[in-house]
T-cell receptor, first 114, second 115 residues
Framework: AQTVTQSQPEMSVQEAETVTLSCTYD???????LFWYKQPPSRQMILVIR??????QNATENRFSVNFQKAAKSFSLKISDSQLGDAAMYFC???????????FGKGTKLTVNP | DAMVIQNPRYQVTQFGKPVTLSCSQT?????MYWYQQKSSQAPKLLFH???????NEADTPDNFQSRRPNTSFCFLDIRSPGLGDAAMYLC??????????????FGDGTRLSIL
């Protein structure tokens, strides 16, 4: 089975500091897409950032950036200048293989300490 | 604002009593998904519609059905809910372009409790 693995069930960071959330995945495809989603407590899941596998340049969205290592099948999320509102579950996800379906990791719960 | 709307936010039903959850969208997306999410777990895809084409996941119980009468609406029917079906149910949409790079947009979810 093609899987997505988030090895850190929980992480914590001090406000204004930087934190990196890890994600690895398994795929036999060459063309696919990777996503990080954020799910705050009792709130909807929203897209944080996405990366197209054929692009070597790492995606960046304001304080959020990824370190995409295609050969290693690694897709980590870096959050800079962490804010209290960043506290949430973060899910790494992949699609591809001619399908719009997403495969999610188990999530990482991020706590931001004031 | 264009969005994905799920009603109700909280639903309580009795063991074995059929229940329907609803989802509507103003994004005009042609793909709609239903996920089940249990506490502290990743969302699990139950099924999705690509336009009118229904795609069931192999491990989705027969107890779960879905209807999509038009582009905007999609329903999740649970015919005989068991205690194990208590969960958050998430609806999502995406713009199916054939490139599969479009993100999914999620609703707030419906939390289902079984008495």
């Amino acid at each position: 089975a093609q899987t997505v693995t988030q090895s850190q069930p929980e992480m914590s960071v001090q406000e204004a500091e930087t934190v990196t959330l890890s994600c690895t995945y398994d795929t036999s495809e060459s063309d696919y897409y990777l996503f990080w989603y954020k799910q705050p407590p009792s709130r909807q899941m929203i897209l944080v950032i996405r990366q197209e596998a054929y692009k070597q340049q790492n995606a960046t969205e304001n304080r959020f950036s990824v370190n995409f290592q295609k050969a290693a099948k690694s897709f980590s999320l870096k959050i800079s200048d962490s804010q209290l509102g960043d506290a949430a579950m973060y899910f790494c996800a992949r699609n591809g293989g001619g399908s719009e379906k997403l495969v999610f990791g188990k999530g990482t719960k991020l706590t931001v300490n004031p | 604002d264009a969005m994905v709307i799920q009603n109700p936010r909280y639903q309580v039903t009795q063991f074995g009593k059929p229940v329907t959850l609803s989802c509507s969208q103003t994004l005009n997306h042609n793909v709609m998904y239903w996920y089940q999410q249990k506490s502290s777990q990743a969302p699990k895809l139950l099924f999705h519609y690509y336009d009118k084409d229904f795609n069931n996941e192999a491990d989705t119980p027969d107890n779960f059905q879905s209807r999509r009468p038009n582009t905007s609406f999609c329903f999740l029917d649970i015919r005989s809910p068991g205690l194990g079906d208590a969960a958050m149910y998430l609806c999502a949409t995406s713009r199916g372009t054939g490139g599969f790079n479009q993100p999914q947009h999620f609703g707030d979810g419906t939390r289902l409790s079984i008495l």
